[in-house]
């Protein structure tokens, strides 16, 4: 076969289609990273004029003196670490289960995806009424047990719990679904080899399933992390546009919201979604990182 080099019309054709794209990026994604960087520094700042009357640190050293906004990264260092290992481990073994499954396999699997792509608005108000305190379905449940009723939404030593067990639920369905396609793309042969060997089910498991679903296991976990980091919606819902009691569930993008919508302190809030930046930044880097030791591509 003939191997055809580009020319430049075949070149400028192919941007002509990409130009639409590549616009709507450069507008919507491009522009508003750079604009946030530079609206960082604006410490004097008309957001509806767009006129700057002054610049410096102040605003990041504003964000770096308020308890306000070292609650909220320590707020959602908890939300990360309480939600990515169990959201990454649930999603592992029910993957499992259903890849095991013929019967009715697309009804759970259907059963499973729902919530992710259901409305955040929708799901919350069914949490609301799952963690109500006098009539919940979970201090229904637990009432078996003889634990005495909690206050959910409204004890601050149980607010942060709340929410993570919410979000798991929620965000089940993506991570099972990526965890499927992975072991369906496992060959077989590989497990019949080691079962040959003499290998048991967990042996296999762990010497064979793991270690060719770790690229897909590196893939959750990363994308399990960075949503995590930008957790907003579910807590406006489910706490009525509050941080939730004694601000036990302000994370950063909650106190950018405040910063932005509630004081209009547009400098501040922009200091503090680049601080999200670098922090997701340095997090993800770890585990691309990590993952050149421990992530094997068959």
Same mark, same amino acid.
């Given at each position: 076969m003939i191997k055809q080099h580009p020319t430049i019309k075949s070149t400028l054709i192919a941007f002509a289609y990409l130009a639409p794209m590549l616009i709507i990026t450069l507008v919507f994604n491009i522009y508003p #990273?750079?604009?946030?960087?530079?609206?960082? +520094?604006?410490?004097?700042?008309?957001?509806? @004029? %767009?006129?700057?009357?002054?610049?410096?640190?102040?605003?990041?050293?504003?964000? +770096?003196? %308020?308890? %306000?906004?070292? =609650?909220?990264? &320590?707020n959602t260092l908890i939300f990360v670490l309480g939600v990515v290992p169990f959201s990454v481990l649930l999603s592992l073994i029910i993957a499992l289960l =259903?890849? &095991? $499954? &013929?019967?009715?396999?697309?009804?759970?699997?259907t059963a499973y995806f729902l919530p992710f792509v259901t409305s955040t608005v929708a799901i919350s108000l069914v949490w609301q009424w799952i963690y109500n305190d006098q009539?919940?379905?979970l201090n229904a449940f637990l009432s078996h047990f003889g634990v005495h009723p909690i206050d959910w939404l409204n004890d601050p030593h149980w607010a942060m719990p709340a929410l993570i067990i919410m979000t798991i639920w929620k965000g089940l369905g993506f991570n099972i679904i990526l965890f499927l396609v992975g072991l369906s793309n496992i060959d077989k &042969?590989? %497990?019949? $080899?080691?079962q040959i060997d003499g290998a048991n089910a967990w042996q296999r498991f762990i010497h064979v399933t793991l270690p060719l679903l770790s690229?897909?296991?590196? =893939?959750?976990? $990363? @994308?399990? $992390?960075?949503?995590?980091?930008k957790v907003f919606d579910e807590i406006f819902v489910l706490f009525g546009g509050s941080p939730g009691p004694g601000k036990s569930t302000l994370t950063i993008v909650f106190y950018?919201?405040?910063?932005?919508?509630?004081?209009?302190?547009?400098? #501040?809030?922009?200091?503090?979604?680049?601080?999200?930046f670098l922090l997701i930044l340095v997090v993800t880097i770890i585990q691309f990182w990590y993952s050149r030791k421990h992530v094997h591509y068959a």
């Amino acid at each position: 076969m003939i191997k055809q080099h580009p020319t430049i019309k075949s070149t400028l054709i192919a941007f002509a289609y990409l130009a639409p794209m590549l616009i709507i990026t450069l507008v919507f994604n491009i522009y508003p #990273i750079f604009k946030s960087f530079a609206m960082s +520094f604006y410490t004097k700042y008309d957001f509806f @004029t %767009d006129k700057v009357s002054a610049l410096g640190w102040a605003n990041y050293k504003f964000i +770096f003196s %308020d308890p %306000d906004f070292y =609650l909220s990264v &320590r707020n959602t260092l908890i939300f990360v670490l309480g939600v990515v290992p169990f959201s990454v481990l649930l999603s592992l073994i029910i993957a499992l289960l =259903l890849h &095991r $499954v &013929r019967f009715l396999a697309g009804l759970f699997k259907t059963a499973y995806f729902l919530p992710f792509v259901t409305s955040t608005v929708a799901i919350s108000l069914v949490w609301q009424w799952i963690y109500n305190d006098q009539y919940g379905l979970l201090n229904a449940f637990l009432s078996h047990f003889g634990v005495h009723p909690i206050d959910w939404l409204n004890d601050p030593h149980w607010a942060m719990p709340a929410l993570i067990i919410m979000t798991i639920w929620k965000g089940l369905g993506f991570n099972i679904i990526l965890f499927l396609v992975g072991l369906s793309n496992i060959d077989k &042969r590989y %497990d019949q $080899v080691a079962q040959i060997d003499g290998a048991n089910a967990w042996q296999r498991f762990i010497h064979v399933t793991l270690p060719l679903l770790s690229p897909m296991t590196f =893939l959750v976990s $990363v @994308t399990s $992390v960075i949503s995590g980091f930008k957790v907003f919606d579910e807590i406006f819902v489910l706490f009525g546009g509050s941080p939730g009691p004694g601000k036990s569930t302000l994370t950063i993008v909650f106190y950018l919201y405040q910063k932005f919508y509630s004081e209009w302190k547009y400098g #501040i809030a922009a200091a503090s979604g680049v601080v999200l930046f670098l922090l997701i930044l340095v997090v993800t880097i770890i585990q691309f990182w990590y993952s050149r030791k421990h992530v094997h591509y068959a």
